[in-house]
C-alpha cells in the first residue's frame, strides 16, 4: 500500500491537489494524507509539495514549519518519488529572481526567472491550456501514454509568470509554447517537477497522477 503526503505549509491549492489525488485513488487501497508533520513524512511512500505565491514566501513557508531536513533525507537517503507543482517545481531550482535573488533547493539545477517573450503581445502571467511536447523519452511518459493519447489529448492547466531555466537540459522532460520554449516538467531521478497543474488539467491531470504514484 502507498501512502501519498502532501505537504502543508500553508500554500493556497492545497485543497485542489487533495480531491484530486482522492480521485485517482478510488478503488485502491492507498491512502493520502496533507501534512507537515515529520512523523507523517517519514510513513510516506510518495511526497507531493503544491505552490501557489513567490518563490521566497514559498521557500520561507517550507522552512517556518521546518520540513526540509525531513524532506530532504526522504528524497536523497531513502530516494522516495516526489513531485513538485507549479512553485513546488519551481523551489527545486538553484535560485529564483522574483522580488529579488533566493535561494531554492538545488535539488535541480536551474534558476527562475520571469517569462521570457519573443512576442511582446502575449500576456504575462501565462494562464489557461497549453499543449505540452515531449522532449525526452522515460519509462513515466511511456506509461502515461498508455493511460492518454499523447497525440490528442495532450494539453495542461498552467498560471505562471516566472519559468524554470534548466542547467541541465537533460532534466528536462515536457515543454510547453509560451512566446518561446517553457519548461512543462522536469525529472532527475526520483524527483520530478511540472510547471502546469495537474490537479486542474482534468483527465490527463488526473492520469499524470496516476501515472506518478503506479510508477515510481
Known sequence: MKKICVIDYDSGNIKSVYNALRM??????NS?????????IKEASH???????????????LKQKKVLNILEEKVFKSCE???????????????????????????????????SRINKSIKIPHM?????KVKKQDN???VLGDKVDLKKNFSAYFVHS???????????????????????????ENI?????????????????????????
Request: hydrophobic share 40%; aromatic share 10%; with cysteine.
Open 140 to 142: 513515466f511518459i511511456k
Open 47 to 61: 511526497i507531493i509539495l503544491p505552490g501557489v505565491g513567490s518563490f521566497n514566501t514559498c521557500i520561507q513557508g
Open 24 to 29: 485517482v485513488l478510488v478503488g485502491t487501497k
Open 81 to 115: 518519488p516526489f513531485l513538485g507543482i507549479c512553485v513546488g517545481m519551481q523551489m527545486l531550482s538553484t535560485k529564483g529572481f522574483e522580488n529579488g535573488c533566493h535561494s531554492g533547493l538545488n535539488w535541480v539545477p536551474g534558476k527562475v526567472k520571469k517569462i
Open 162 to 188: 516566472y519559468e524554470l531555466i534548466l542547467e541541465d537540459k537533460n532534466d528536462l522532460i515536457l515543454s510547453t509554447e509560451y512566446g518561446g520554449e517553457i519548461t512543462a516538467m522536469v525529472k532527475k
Open 192 to 216: 520530478i517537477g511540472t510547471q502546469f497543474h495537474p490537479e486542474k488539467s482534468h483527465l490527463f491531470g488526473l492520469k499524470f497522477l496516476e501515472t506518478f504514484i503506479e510508477t515510481t
Open 32 to 40: 493520502i494524507v496533507v501534512s507537515s508533520d515529520k512523523k507523517r
Open 128 to 132: 489557461g491550456w497549453n499543449k505540452l
